[in-house]
């Protein structure tokens, strides 16, 4: 049996230490190798045009920052990072054509051992079997932000075996996904909103169609009633005439199961023009709403419940250790926190892959068969950028870290309000 990589807290920490000298690049620049063996590239997947651009770019910041201050280097091996954007400009968002540009670039990129990615769970699903079907591999993906439960686990018919048609497996992640996600949310629901009805929108996408699938199943079986589940038009300039019909039902709560990108303003807007601001009838979204400052900053955003998939900024800076410390610099660099706690995972995906070509033999397959064979791979609380231990199942490539945060926006932030536990 392989033994798992474990990375060394004292080593980590001593690595983040050399923050103040790291030469790391900004945004989308590519960061350079620490010399020594053979130079590998690890790239990110993520849109960096449209609404998701400030959560992208600290996600960019921070594994850049990250790389720099431990010497650009996973054991013997030189490490270059180069971001891929997967969006579009006349979009806005993710794009399902640049999203499989973007597959077929990455195993054209004979350099490139492993993708850090995608942030949206359509746009894996479409670069994920092209990556498994690479001659030289199957590529390792790992995504910090990808919460659909079908690419890894029996969700939609086909599912997720569609997406290894090597027959194995070549993606994991460090985030939860939604089926405990939407459970948590309507258990948060029920018992700390005293929610009796609920009226479920969703963006009619992969990612948003599964979270308030796994949201009305959940909120069924704990009594609530579920008063619809439908698409918005994310091309509509106006939701009035759907708020006054989901009026007619007397929610206590609307659920936008989806992400902020696709028209969610114009939606809260008129969700609080139409039922009244968010203490009157409640709203709540899932992690597709979180790491937006302008959602957080629109006045008819006050109040609103999201949940998070994972631990977030404030709760990993209250723990300490190497992950507050990474913060701290990242603060100390740019002036701010990351956009997104979603950056933090970026990272902690970046660890994983950087443990796994430390025990690899450099090349594809010898990277992506660290994570899937044997005992795969550990980082450990004390030097996870999440602040808790990161235990990749090879099995499934689904993460031990299960973490659902309950957040609302107050004066104009994403305020911490709970860990909501979940099974």
Not at 68 to 94: C, E, H, L, M, R
Not at 274 to 300: C, I, S
Request: hydrophobic share 35%; charged share 20%; aromatic share 8%.
């Amino acid at each position: 049996m392989k033994k798992p990589i474990r990375v060394v807290a004292g080593i980590a920490l001593a690595s983040m230490a050399l923050a103040a000298c790291g030469g790391g690049s900004s945004g989308g620049s590519s960061g350079g190798g620490g010399g020594g063996g053979k130079t590998l590239i690890i790239s990110s997947d993520l849109p960096l045009q449209g609404a998701s651009k400030d959560a992208s770019d600290s996600t960019n910041n921070a594994i850049q920052l990250y790389l720099d201050q431990v010497g650009n280097k996973a054991g013997d091996y030189s490490i270059k990072f180069q971001p891929y954007d997967d969006s579009t400009a006349a979009k806005g968002n993710w794009d399902d054509a640049q999203c499989a540009k973007n597959a077929n670039d990455h195993v054209a990129n004979t350099d490139e051992v492993a993708v850090m990615g995608t942030y949206n769970s359509g746009c894996a699903k479409i670069l994920a079997p092209v990556l498994n079907q690479d001659p030289t591999g199957p590529m390792l993906m790992v995504s910090h932000a990808n919460t659909n439960p079908g690419l890894t686990k029996t969700w939609d018919p086909g599912e997720p075996e569609k997406y290894f048609p090597s027959g194995k497996r070549s993606y994991a992640r460090v985030a939860t996904t939604d089926d405990y996600q939407g459970a948590a949310a309507a258990q948060f629901a029920l018992d700390k909103l005293g929610v009796k009805k609920v009226y479920i929108l969703n963006d009619n996408q992969t990612y948003g169609q599964g979270v308030g699938k796994a949201f009305e199943e959940s909120a069924k079986k704990l009594g609530i009633e579920v008063l619809g589940n439908e698409p918005w038009d994310q091309k509509q300039s106006s939701y009035a005439s759907l708020f006054n019909k989901i009026k007619a039902t007397s929610p206590d709560l609307v659920y936008l199961a989806g992400i902020y990108d696709l028209n969610g303003g114009q939606l809260v807007k008129d969700k609080v023009a139409v039922l009244g601001d968010n203490t009157k009838v409640k709203l709540m979204a899932p992690d597709g709403f979180t790491g937006y400052p302008e959602l957080q900053k629109l006045p008819q955003g006050q109040g609103m419940y999201l949940t998070f998939a994972g631990l977030s900024t404030d709760q990993i800076k209250t723990q300490g250790g190497a992950a507050a410390k990474l913060l701290e610099d990242y603060n100390a660099k740019y002036g701010s926190d990351p956009a997104s706690s979603y950056a933090l995972y970026g990272v902690a995906a970046v660890q994983v892959i950087l443990a796994a070509i430390e025990k690899s033999d450099g090349t594809r397959k010898g990277v992506r068969d660290a994570v899937f064979e044997g005992e795969g791979i550990t980082i450990p609380a004390d030097a996870s950028a999440i602040g808790k231990e990161i235990k990749i199942d090879p099995a499934t490539g689904d993460s031990s870290a299960k973490d659902i945060s309950v957040l609302q926006i107050k004066d104009d932030n994403e305020s911490f309000v709970e860990v909501q536990s979940v099974s």
